[in-house]
């Protein structure tokens, strides 16, 4: 294939002085003040010369049935499409392209330093529920980034233990899940959520939520696995959701394994209500406090007479007044 391509190029070099006396022929019988260009003779030089031109043109390389060769080695096509690598051999396709300019690559991307690799993107089609996209190296495809069929999810996992998955199924309500605390960046503790009046309807003001609170239980408890599903030793605190779902049903859920979630919604809007029925109750009681003072010093006046002087002259016992 090379030697046709080197006497390709030979030929067309050797041909080039008579290409350039032929343009020049050629420009000669067809100037319009030139009396030959006119008779039958002229235009046959003319016609002659650009023939001559047309056979000797240097046209694109020949590829010389290259496009229905296999080889064991590169093959490269045009930007119509492409490949490197072949399917012959002990080789195959590693790199196509087609006319829109997409890339398709086959087999595993990996990038390397001077010693081991230290990033590598794994092809795709693997047929494995946890299928790695991005990981350490190919020795440690558990640590890095994975996509899982079972729950439609990415996962970001570390010696094989998930730390965040993030859900890409729409009908899925929670879409991120940390294994462990979260922790927000400096310049404040709260998460930002739109709560504009323009935006909602149907405002109501939240009834009984004192009631609702007390009959909710705060319990210490341990995990029963909490190697297994990646969460926290030791003694926690919070509620029980069976507990929880009789008094707010709404903060629970169950996941696809069918254990029950807790989800706790509105919890400020409800202490914020609970404190101001506290203050309502404790208004109340001052009030029947004053009350009963009220009456107790009535009562002390009709059976004492005028209120007690204060001082050394008061000092009296309670059966000679009576007397």
């Known amino acids: 294939m090379n030697l046709s391509y080197?006497?390709?190029?030979?030929?067309?070099?050797?041909?080039?002085?008579?290409?350039?006396?032929?343009e020049g022929a050629k420009l000669f019988f067809e100037n319009p003040i030139n009396p030959l260009t006119h008779t039958a003779y002229g235009r046959t030089v003319a016609a002659a010369c650009e023939l001559f031109e047309r056979t000797t043109r240097r046209y694109a390389k020949p590829e010389f049935g290259l496009a229905g060769t296999i080889v064991d080695g590169p093959v490269v096509y045009g930007f119509n499409g492409g490949a490197l690598g072949s399917t012959s051999g002990g080789q195959k396709i590693a790199l196509s392209w087609d006319s829109v300019g997409d890339v398709a690559m086959r087999g595993s991307l990996r990038f390397s330093n001077s010693t081991k690799p230290m990033m590598l993107i794994f092809e795709s089609g693997s047929g494995n529920p946890d299928r790695p996209i991005i990981s350490?190296?190919?020795?440690?495809?558990?640590?890095?980034?994975?996509?899982?069929?079972?729950?439609d999810s990415m996962i970001f996992q570390g010696f094989g233990t998930s730390g965040v998955e993030i859900n890409l199924t729409p009908s899925v309500s929670n879409k991120l899940l940390v294994n462990g605390n979260a922790t927000k960046t400096a310049g404040g503790n709260t998460?930002?959520?739109?709560?504009?009046?323009?935006?909602?309807?149907?405002?109501r003001s939240l009834d009984s939520a004192l009631d609702r609170l007390l009959q909710l239980r705060g319990v210490s408890f341990e995990?029963?696995?909490?190697?297994?599903?990646?969460?926290?030793?030791?003694?926690?605190?919070?509620?029980?959701?069976?507990?929880?779902?009789?008094?707010?049903?709404?903060?629970?859920?169950?996941?696809p394994n069918g254990y029950k979630t807790l989800t706790v919604m509105g919890f400020e809007a409800l202490t914020v209500e609970a404190f101001k029925e506290l203050g309502a109750e404790n208004e109340t009681l001052k009030e029947k406090n004053r009350e009963l003072e009220g009456r107790i010093k009535d009562l002390e006046e009709s059976t004492f007479g005028?209120?007690?002087?204060?001082?050394?002259s008061s000092e009296?016992?309670?059966?000679e007044t009576a007397e």
């Open 136 to 151: 350490h190296s190919p020795n440690n495809t558990n640590w890095g980034l994975l996509y899982r069929d079972t729950t």
């Open 316 to 319: 009296r016992d309670a059966t």
């Open 223 to 255: 995990w029963n696995r909490p190697e297994e599903d990646g969460y926290p030793k030791g003694t926690q605190m919070g509620l029980v959701a069976q507990e929880v779902e009789e008094v707010f049903p709404e903060w629970v859920g169950t996941d």
């Open 6 to 22: 080197y006497w390709y190029e030979a030929a067309h070099w050797m041909l080039s002085p008579a290409r350039a006396a032929s």
């Open 191 to 203: 998460w930002t959520v739109p709560s504009d009046e323009r935006l909602k309807r149907g405002i």
């Open 306 to 312: 005028e209120t007690k002087e204060t001082g050394d």
